[in-house]
């Protein structure tokens, strides 16, 4: 371990990094493989109404799968953003027509979650 002092906006802190041998460095430099949508690209008609990601965050679960029926106010999902679990509830009653995501999967403010009709 080797320590560093590092000034951010004036404010100095004292931090320990760890330095790696070669095999080391090579493997931590890999970027580890990334969650996959469960329909990466969904059919749809254009006739469907979608449901989007409020906020930055990963999906800590999936509670619909394509075909099912839900009533509005069901929990279709749960997002976490900052360490907080958000529940994405329907916002009234309908069918789904395709998941665009899956648990552990990182979303973006505006991803498409869920097509519904």
């Known amino acids: 371990m ?3 002092i590092v000034n951010v906006n004036g404010t100095s ?4 990094v760890e330095e790696l041998s070669g ?3 090579e493997k931590a ?13 969904p059919s749809l ?7 989007n990601a409020p906020m930055p965050g990963n999906i800590l679960s999936v509670n619909v799968k394509p075909g099912d029926s839900f009533r509005s106010g069901q929990v279709l999902l749960v997002l976490e953003a900052m360490k907080m679990e958000n529940e994405i509830m329907a916002p009234h009653d309908g069918k789904v027509v395709a998941v ?5 999967a ?7 979650l869920i ?3």
Not at 29 to 41: E, L, R, T, V
Not at 100 to 104: I, R, T, W
Request: proline share 4%.
């Open 115 to 117: 097509a519904y009709n």
């Open 2 to 4: 080797r320590k560093f």
């Open 106 to 112: 990182s979303v973006n403010t505006g991803d498409m």
């Open 23 to 25: 095999q080391e460095a």
């Open 13 to 16: 802190y004292e931090v320990e």
């Open 45 to 51: 008609s254009g006739s469907e109404k979608t449901i």
């Open 100 to 104: 665009n995501v899956q648990k552990g």
């Open 29 to 41: 430099s890999k970027p580890a493989a990334a969650a996959k949508p469960a329909s990466a690209a």
